[in-house]
């Protein structure tokens, strides 16, 4: 059976997941879980991707391409070296090097990938993800949403019916989905975002801050010089990490610039109320979509049972403050917010690959699609007018027709234009396609014609128009936002990556002779590749039992024992997620202990 991997696609850091034993784990490269989401060329030319071209940025921001995602699905080209390269690509190249992980650390090759997006992606940056997979070489089974992904790490069986609700700010967007999981299913209720909003957000407004202290002590704007400005960047954002657990960080920054043929350097503290004002703006937009997303479900706060954290930037403290007003109970991050989303995508992968890992998922569309028409308001023609066709939250895959006609007698042609957004007035919805229907039979109006919109599990639409009295029909699948590459610019492009691969000194992507190799963990045993990997299937089951026995023990335990316990198992969860053998042997001795000693109490 074909291994199919999950891929979390991030603007800031991608990881791939797989399922083993039954257990979501993230593959990692030399013990790292994560691959920032950066691609550069080294001065002699050679490719590199992840943290070496991240690491370059602050030198050579001119060779180096970051938060990539969000330009996916505009029709634009960023420089690399002497070439330009589409969104697409250098998406594909971050996914390419997922894929090469995934085939050392597994020891065969991966053909077939599920991988998430944020909701809130359009039609056009759904497919663009679609394509960057394809270049890649990966066969991309499903498209599904990060929030989404992230629920499919929950239990499918929760005692009760639950209510999730997911916050999953990342490094460039943000999406909110409210979800009811019961007896294995689990249901998308309603979602809403920003394509736009992240920590990338916060780390442009801590710049901004820094570089006005500093023109206003010195007159010199750092923001002008790409090198000034890149060193800044990455020393902000290192910054902002810190005041997540620091009440004040300083910024150190030597030789950042020159005033009369003296160096300048920057040294400035940065206290963590003035960073909270900074974002909170951005933040309170966040909470206008937990409001929206609660209303689409009708629901109330008070009506949320758990309010679950995904993605890096959540571990802002004002974050957490800001939720637990706002919904009057105190936030869950159990899950680690930085793979949740790779786990739950290697979740939906083993799902469809027919393995039983669990849970049903029901999504849906968190935009509105249909078509322009023309109105006649007060008598007057509008040409604007959107008729919703697929409301928004329904959920997925659905089919939907409507019928409409056509304004002049023997109108040949007709032309659908489709949107998806919520506004009444086309123009203030987004533009996801448009074809004419050619050929119409010469009858008088109103001729009917028949618009089906279909959309599928990846959230990809197909538009059919049919008219119902010769069954004439034209369908498009909306993918020309994107611009997609006409069959020979395809085939250049991945020649062109693969020649950026080929040129790498990198071990090859999987050796198909000897035996598979192990699942990377941060292990140093000399161990061969083998008993490594089943040493940590051993000791995953061994912690699962011992968890759920502390499970069982933990409502009769006392106040400190109970929280000692608790505490313990997330340590151990957290160790099972980044598969660290000697973390899941070391944190289950000590579980183990204290289900010993409460056992016999
Ligand atoms: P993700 O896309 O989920 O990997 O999230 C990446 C974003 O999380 C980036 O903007 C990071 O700067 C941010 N981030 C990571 N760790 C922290 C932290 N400790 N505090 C605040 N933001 C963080």
Do not use: W
Request: aromatic share 4%; hydrophobic share 40%; with cysteine.
């Amino acid at each position: 059976m074909d291994v199919i991997i999950g891929i979390d696609l991030g603007t800031t850091n991608s990881e791939v997941g797989v399922i083993r034993s039954g257990v979501p784990i993230v593959l990692t490269d030399d013990g790292d879980p994560i691959l920032p989401s950066v691609v550069g060329l080294d001065p002699q030319g050679k490719l590199l991707v992840g943290r070496a071209a991240r690491n370059q940025y602050v030198l050579s921001p001119e060779r180096t391409i970051r938060s990539i995602k969000r330009k996916m699905g505009q029709d634009l080209t960023v420089d690399l070296g002497d070439q330009k390269y589409r969104p697409q690509e250098i998406s594909a190249i971050i996914l390419r090097a997922l894929k090469e992980r995934a085939e050392r650390v597994l020891g065969h090759e991966v053909r077939k990938a599920v991988i998430t997006v944020p909701a809130f992606f359009n039609e056009g940056q759904r497919e663009a993800t679609r394509e960057a997979g394809e270049l890649a070489g990966l066969e991309v089974v499903r498209i599904i949403n990060e929030p989404t992904a992230a629920i499919l790490t929950y239990d499918p069986n929760p005692p009760e019916m639950e209510r999730l609700l997911v916050y999953d700010l990342g490094g460039g967007t943000f999406d909110v989905s409210i979800a009811m999981v019961e007896s294995g299913v689990i249901e998308i209720l309603s979602s809403h975002g920003d394509t736009n909003l992240g920590g990338d957000d916060f780390d442009q407004r801590l710049l901004d801050f820094v570089c006005d202290r500093f023109q206003t002590e010195h007159g010199i704007d750092l923001r002008e010089s790409s090198r000034a400005r890149s060193r800044l960047l990455a020393a902000v954002e290192d910054a902002k990490k810190r005041l997540s657990s620091e009440p004040v960080a300083t910024i150190s920054e030597e030789f950042i610039a020159e005033m009369n043929g003296s160096p300048l350097h920057l040294t400035q503290d940065v206290m963590r109320e003035d960073y909270e004002g900074l974002i909170e703006p951005l933040l309170a937009k966040t909470l206008r979509c937990v409001d929206d997303a609660l209303s689409d479900a009708n629901l109330r706060a008070l009506q949320i049972d758990k309010v679950v954290l995904v993605g890096g930037a959540t571990r802002t403290p004002l974050i957490h403050r800001m939720l637990e007003d706002r919904l009057g109970r105190p936030v869950h991050s159990e899950i680690e917010p930085d793979l949740a989303v790779a786990m739950g995508a290697a979740v939906q992968g083993a799902l469809i690959a027919g393995v039983d890992v669990g849970p049903v998922l029901v999504d849906i569309t968190p935009h509105t699609l249909g078509i322009e028409v023309m109105s006649y308001p007060g008598g007057f023609p509008n040409p604007y007018q959107f008729s919703p066709i697929i409301e928004r939250n329904t959920p997925l895959p659905v089919t939907k027709t409507d019928i409409y006609t056509t304004a002049h007698d023997a109108q040949k042609v007709a032309e659908i234009r489709v949107f998806q957004g919520e506004e009444d007035d086309t123009r203030l919805n987004t533009l996801v396609g448009e074809f004419l229907i050619e050929g119409l039979a010469p009858v008088p109006a109103p001729n009917s014609l028949l618009v089906r919109l279909d959309l599928d599990l990846n959230g990809i639409l197909k538009v059919t128009a049919t008219e119902r009295v010769t069954g004439l029909a034209k369908h498009v699948v909306i993918d020309n936002m994107m611009e997609r590459f006409r069959n020979r610019e395809r085939v250049n492009a991945i020649d062109r990556i693969n020649a950026l691969f080929d040129d790498v000194d990198h071990a090859p992507a999987y050796d198909a002779s000897p035996a598979p190799r192990a699942i990377e963990a941060d292990d140093d045993s000399q161990s061969d590749d083998d008993g490594t990997e089943n040493e940590l299937l051993d000791a995953i089951e061994a912690a699962r039992s011992l968890i759920a026995k502390s499970e069982e023990l933990v409502a009769a335990a006392a106040g400190e024992d109970a929280a000692e316990m608790k505490g313990l198992v997330q340590d151990l969860q957290a160790a099972i997620t980044r598969s660290s053998v000697d973390d899941i042997r070391r944190v289950s001795a000590a579980l183990d202990d204290l289900v010993y000693y409460l056992s016999d109490v």
